[in-house]
């Protein structure tokens, strides 16, 4: 299964899709982690039949562990 990170500026309406697909879910949250840094209004993370696999929240609680130190999560 492929994975991608998909968001919404935080000025625009439009979705950007991140062209690269991620075979492996850690690899797919960390780049959504590190986009995070693009301020965007949303930001989830889809499978490759178009179905949710991470939404907004767990995205942000990740980063806040990744940042903490924090295995978990």
């Known amino acids: 299964m492929a994975y991608v990170v998909k968001w919404k ?3 625009q309406d439009v979705v950007i899709d991140h062209s690269t697909r991620y075979e492996h879910p ?4 960390e780049f959504a982690c590190n986009a ?3 301020n965007p209004k949303r930001i989830w993370i889809e499978d490759d ?5 991470t939404d907004h929240e767990q995205i942000l609680e990740h980063a806040r562990n990744r940042s ?3 295995t978990a999560g």
């Open 26 to 29: 850690s690899q797919v949250i």
């Open 49 to 53: 039949e178009g179905l949710l696999h």
């Open 36 to 38: 995070l840094q693009r």
């Open 68 to 70: 903490s130190g924090s």
């Open 9 to 11: 500026p935080k000025d």
